[in-house]
């Protein structure tokens, strides 16, 4: 063999090498990059089917009513645990204050201007008041307890857009539990709360939707199909939309019949309200409950002075 042939086969031997290098490298690097490329490109896909998925069954739920045990079941899953709460000797009565508008325009009694409601909350909150949900008042209406010895409860009429404006940024402030009795007709429209801001605030813990019926008509006046028709759309409306078990009822201007508080329990609530003024107390029936109004300009002073004279009976 001459150097020439030497030197051919040299490099026949070295291209050799060379193509089984390739070939190696074809295996080791591009063969995970392949699989990398190709999953990293699948994954989107699998995430974008189960975003997919997971919003039609989100879908599903929020357009499709909610079986009762569904209901009862959150509603189960979030009992209060009353064990540590101080027992009442006499009959266990709840001060429930009575609101309307939160607006710096005061066109009316109804209307209380946002440093005054403030002014409220601070003092209820320095003479020690905690404030109760509807599912605490009923308890301690029905288990005569209570969660502390100073308790209040906050309500709303009418779901007025001022008060995701102007009550609730003051709610979270002092840490109060509030109640908001919604038309549910009006939800969605001018001046009115609207599906989110009830999703938003009741997610915060501190409030609660409760039904003032579909269309504010005066339950007095109406048959008792039309009650029955306004009691019932009015809380399945409600339930579906904040998967809840809504418990309250209250009276649009507290007016009702012989019927009514009957006619309510029959729609599936515990607990009715008025505007009858006093305070809420089981011996003038569940369905048939007192509240105190708040009109304009009333100072934290007075409506601690109302809540302890009251007390003192
Ligand atoms: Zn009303």
New binding site residues.
Partial sequence: MNRKEKWTQRRKSANLKLYIIMILLTVVVLAPLNYFVLTGLNKPQETKKEVANVSKQETKESTQPSSKSQVYEQAKNSKIDTSKWISVQEEAWIPTLMYHHITPEIADSNCLAPEDFESQLDALKKDGYISVSPEEVYLILTENKKPAKKIVCLTF??GFDDFYKNAYPLLKKYNMKATS?VVTNFLNKVSFLTDQQLLEMKKSGLISFQS?TVS?QSMESLNVDDQLEQLKTSKKHLDDLLKQDTLVICY??GKLNDDTADLGIQAGYKLGFTTQPGFAAKSDGLLTLSRTRISSNMTGEEVINTLKAAGNH
């Fill in positions: 009429d009418d009795f003032h504010h649009p201007s």
